[in-house]
C-alpha cells in the first residue's frame, strides 16, 4: 500500500494551493484519511482530516480557510488551502488509517510535499 501526493508548491501570500494524495494497493478499506505538516526541525502536526461518514477535522491554525475532502471510490484526499499565510509553510503529508487484504488495519504516509508561502 502507498500513498502518492501531488501539487505542492510555492505561491504568494494570500494565495491557494491544492493538495492531492491517492492510495493504491491492497486497501479492503479506508476509515481516515487526512494531512499532516511538518517544520524543520518539529514535530509532524495534524492539518485536517476527513473519515468514512464525511467528518471532518481541522487544527484550529487553519480552519476557515482550508478545506479538506475525500472521495472515497478514488481513495484519494484533498486538501484546498486558501488564504495562505508564511506561518503555514511546511512540508505537506498525507495519512491514511486503512485495512489491507491481510485484513490488516495499518497507518501508512505518503511522502511529503513542499509548500512555500513568502510574504
Known amino acids: 500500500v502507498q500513498l502518492q501526493a501531488f501539487g505542492g508548491g510555492s505561491v504568494q501570500a494570500g494565495g491557494s494551493l491544492r493538495l492531492s494524495c491517492i492510495a493504491s494497493?491492497?486497501?479492503?478499506?479506508?476509515?481516515?484519511m487526512g494531512w499532516y505538516r511538518q517544520y524543520p526541525g518539529k514535530e509532524r502536526e495534524l492539518v485536517a482530516t476527513?473519515?468514512?461518514?464525511?467528518?471532518?477535522n481541522y487544527s484550529d491554525s487553519v480552519k476557515g480557510r482550508f478545506t479538506v475532502s475525500r472521495d472515497v471510490d478514488k481513495n484519494a484526499v484533498y486538501l484546498q488551502m486558501e488564504s495562505l499565510k508564511p506561518e503555514d509553510t511546511a512540508v505537506y503529508y498525507c495519512?491514511?488509517?486503512?485495512?489491507?487484504?491481510?485484513?490488516?488495519?495499518?497507518?501508512?504516509w505518503g511522502q511529503g510535499t513542499q509548500v512555500t508561502v513568502s510574504s
Open positions: 495519512n491514511a488509517d486503512l485495512l489491507d487484504y491481510e485484513i490488516i488495519r495499518r497507518t501508512v
Open positions: 494497493g491492497s486497501i479492503v478499506s479506508i476509515n481516515v
Open positions: 476527513a473519515n468514512i461518514p464525511g467528518d471532518t
